[in-house]
């Protein structure tokens, strides 16, 4: 999808429809999504020539099915990350045989929206890894909700100890009476803290959640406790929120949590990958090819590579595959994503049977060693 007009934008959409009637259902889509209204009802000049967007392009994608390429003007997203997903899919994802497919944003649209603070050479820096050898990064998620502040502390500093690099909270865990927002990420970095002393360094990354006033108060907890990350579910908090609260006032890297994106028709690459980079996360969560969910290895390694592509001033984000990964899938993804990546294994650490000389921290141990030796191997 080429865009050579500077003040436009282009998006693409499979539409299914009848070839007959695809012309007009892509000049209806047209209208839609920019002015709502006929285009004979349209007076003004101004409105028809620099706001109706335009068809640029159908193309057959398969049988009844249709690629269709609006041309949008960037000045009706008000360089703003809400009206831009608006203007994207605000209608249309009211439409069952519409699916946005890819979006290319113009030179002020990319520069407009803020993108990473950190980026995946930020994570890097965080760790205390740049001028290694690059390899792999390790998480895995504090689980499952209903213990304690210290229980999940405890918790923390055994996989801290065991080397893993970032510790996040399982994206449940918010601020529920058995585990205070406030209490609990003082715990946990207090543990994760200790297990330092033995010269590792990890990250912990408390869930964020809530409207704006909640949010607020937890980045001020965050700092004064000084974590080194955050995790936030885009779809949930909501976008704008993400841009001018999140990103501005975290003062660390963001992982972005995918929950609630399955429910828009969006292709994953594009939401996951482009759009949460774009808006300011600096690693994206997603559920790998063959573990609990549906995504199949195409789109899996779509998704790494939107995270990581070239978008000019934009810094490259890390994608995290997850979603019921175990161990023994290490080499496995390393081979696929290579050495840009974060793997989150989680659950797999907790589970299985005990047997003499087995426990979560060598299950994490062994993790964290197979990563090293993987990665040692691909350069």
Known sequence: MRNDDPERFGATYRVRADGREIQARAQALALEQSIEMPLAAVTQDFVRDRVVAR???????GEGTFDVTLSFATRTTGLEAGQLLNMLFGNCSLQPDVELRAFEPDRELLQALPGPRFGLDGWRRALGLQGAAAR???CTALKPQGQSPQQLAELAATFALAGIDVIKDDHGIADQEYARFAPRVAAIQKAIRG???SGRRALYAP???GGPRRLREQLRVA???GVGAVLVCPMLCGVPTLVELVREEAGVPILAHPA?????RIAPDLLLGRLFRLFGADATIF???AGRFSYDRATCLAIADRARENLG???PILPVPAGGMATERVDEMIRQFGNDVMLLIGGHLLAGAVTPGDSVLARAAAFVERVRQGGALTH
Do not use: K, M, Q, Y
Not at 55 to 61: G, R
Not at 260 to 264: D, H, I, K, L, S
């Open 260 to 264: 609630f994106a399955g429910n828009v």
């Open 287 to 289: 559920p790998n090819f």
């Open 223 to 225: 700092r004064d406790e």
């Open 207 to 209: 869930t964020l959640s």
């Open 313 to 315: 001033h934009v810094p």
């Open 136 to 138: 792999p990064l390790t």
């Open 195 to 197: 297990a330092a002393a």
């Open 55 to 61: 068809v640029a392009s159908i193309l057959p994608a």
